[in-house]
């Protein structure tokens, strides 16, 4: 059992271990293998891997080829990077067409810390939550890291995988499943659901149980796949708690709590906050004091849970 | 091998078909499909290895149009290869066609990428080319550009990698006729001596009269070994229709009735043909 994993790691090690059963699958990465850990992909087979120096956008549009000439391409840099210098490449050479083309983009959200707000992405899901057909994963540990890695070779068509950069502690366990558009639920209760996403998961469970010391009484929802979003189980548990907070490491623009809000208008009466970024960009600092600056912990959850219970 | 005189014929009637094309849908870019026919005769009869029977054969060359708007030339050879039906054509751009504005791979029988979308073309027949050689394919790619395309960085971009990778099997050819939406090349942003520019990146580079196939035939058949081969394809925008003829107006915009007329009486193409 892993106790412990930064998700690039769990990444880059799920790249080996696929590499091994699939012949066809390529790795590029624009000159920061050492950061998105597919330098461990590099080592082991170093005629797969190909470096297109800072040049992102080209490597997007070689991924691109590479899915035309009947390869399986995975490929990585910052989420900033990829999804945003990135995004009209993703959009018209690989989305447009459904292509083949699977990218796992590591240093996503508030989280990379002291390289500060011009490296730290906030609407990377929200930018690729807007494309047809895309399958977003936003893993929670390195296990689930590992199957959506899996699980996105299986998939025929662009999937985004999220990664994130520091060591966190594992929430699951190898054998939870990993359904792509399924939600996990992860805790039962019928006062409110937190339904949160990514590292978010660790910060919702404790939340949840400090709760209970207040009698009240949370479930918790892991959406490790953002689109298509299991509009079923927003709206089962939407139904049943009567009340929803959404905890995502990004803008509460566009990304988990947008999408759990779509879902809920016209079709619940159960009330709904959204934790994550308030329409802000970052900055430098340690992760632990940006998350609590900006809301992110397990305190604000249980403060906002609390006071929409208290509203009438 | 088709000869000179039957491809001079042949560029003849693929001009007349693009001119009814654009007039018939009323949309389209007249003067970047006329200035590149003779490079996709080049391409499509004398240089690649294809089968329009067979579209996606495995070991076919790749020709990427990367200068995407110029696909009414495209639509016209690939009918005149037998890839789909001729009467396709009158039906560009309008709803439920398969000829779409700009190329899409997904709908076109024989388009191999869709591009329109400028730098991106040139750099996804260099990501074909980098994964024909990984799996030891001995097809070639070819990427057809136009000169303000060469404005997009990932022009450059694509051009450093397929040199740092000695893409041996990759060709970018420059449809160069000078002209872009806004005006000339010179007076939108200068894109100088692009051959030298190229050379630079690494190439081995080639000059050629664009209108001539025979000639562009021969530069794109020199071997060249341990680099990417870049030829430069001087033309002229709007070729073979007189008033379209280095006119930047004619960039995106579609005959009238008249204009159709007298450009289909100039290349000497029955209207009813």
Redesign the interface.
């Known amino acids: 059992m892993i106790k412990k994993q930064s998700l690039r790691v769990a990444y880059g090690e799920a790249l080996v271990e696929l590499g091994h059963k699939n012949d066809r699958l ?1 790795v590029l990465d624009a000159d920061l293998a050492h950061a998105t850990m597919t330098n461990i992909f590099a080592t082991e087979f170093p ?2 891997f ?1 470096n ?2 800072i ?1 992102e ?2 490597m997007i ?6 899915a ?4 399986l391409p995975f490929f990585s840099t910052f989420a900033l990077f990829g999804t945003g210098r990135g995004y ?2 993703i959009r ?2 690989i989305s ?3 292509l083949n083309v699977k990218f796992g983009l590591s240093h996503s959200g508030l989280s990379v810390g002291e390289d500060g707000g011009s490296h730290q992405s906030f609407e990377d899901i929200s930018l690729m939550r807007g494309l047809p057909g895309m399958t977003i994963f936003v893993p929670c540990d390195p296990y689930e890291t590992r199957k959506a890695v899996f699980a996105a070779a299986q998939i025929d068509g662009p999937v985004y995988i999220r990664v994130g950069r520091p060591i966190v502690d594992t929430v699951t366990t190898p054998e939870t499943p990993f359904i792509p558009g399924k939600a996990n639920v992860m805790r039962e209760g019928g006062d409110v659901c937190i339904m949160a996403t990514g590292l978010m998961i660790s910060y919702a469970l404790a939340a949840a149980e400090q709760l209970t010391a207040r009698n009240i009484n949370a479930a918790v929802v892991n959406f490790h796949t953002i689109k298509p979003l299991d509009a079923e189980c927003v709206l089962n548990m939407a139904g049943s708690c009567g009340r929803v907070v959404t905890v995502e490491e990004h803008s509460v623009i566009g990304g988990l709590g947008s999408a759990v809000a779509e879902v809920m208008a016209g079709n619940t009466g159960a009330k709904l906050r959204r934790i994550g970024i308030q329409d802000k960009f970052g900055k430098s600092g340690k992760p632990e004091d940006l998350f609590n600056e900006y809301g992110l912990n397990s305190e604000n959850i249980v403060n906002q849970c609390t006071e929409l219970i208290s509203r009438i | 091998m088709d000869t000179q005189q039957s491809l001079t014929e042949k560029a003849r009637h693929i001009r007349g078909d693009i001119v009814k094309m654009l007039y018939t849908s009323q949309s389209g870019h007249p003067g970047g499909s006329l200035s590149c026919v003779e490079i996709l005769l080049a391409l499509y009869y004398q240089v690649a290895n294809l089968d329009p029977q067979n579209p996606k054969m495995e070991n076919r060359d790749r020709i990427v149009l990367s200068k995407g708007h110029a696909c009414p030339a495209l639509y016209a050879v690939l009918v005149d290869k037998g890839y789909f039906p001729r009467s396709d054509l009158w039906r560009l751009r309008q709803i439920d066609s398969h000829l779409q504005g700009h190329p899409d791979s997904s709908k076109t029988p024989g388009v191999d990428v869709n591009t329109g979308s400028l730098g991106q073309g040139m750099s996804i027949a260099m990501g074909i080319a980098l994964a024909a050689r990984h799996k030891k394919a001995d097809y070639r790619v070819f990427a057809i550009i136009g000169d303000g395309e060469t404005q997009e960085g990932l022009v450059w971009e694509a051009a450093m990698a397929a040199a740092h990778y000695k893409l041996d099997n990759y060709t970018v050819i420059l449809d160069y006729n000078g002209l872009q939406i806004d005006g000339s090349n010179d007076e939108v942003m200068r894109i100088r001596d692009i051959v030298k520019k190229f050379e630079a990146f690494g190439f081995e580079c080639f000059k050629v009269d664009g209108h001539d196939v025979d000639a562009i035939t021969q530069v794109l058949q020199k071997p060249v070994e341990g680099k990417p081969k870049f030829v430069c394809c001087r033309t002229a925008k709007g070729r073979g229709v007189s008033f379209m003829e280095n006119q930047f107006g004619w960039h995106g915009k579609a005959p009238a009735e008249i204009e159709y007329l007298d450009a289909m009486k100039e290349l000497g193409i029955d209207i009813n043909d």
């Open positions: 390529v005629d797969r190909f297109f120096g040049a956008a080209n549009c070689a991924a691109a080829g590479f035309h000439a009947g390869l009209e490449m018209n050479s447009y067409i459904q």
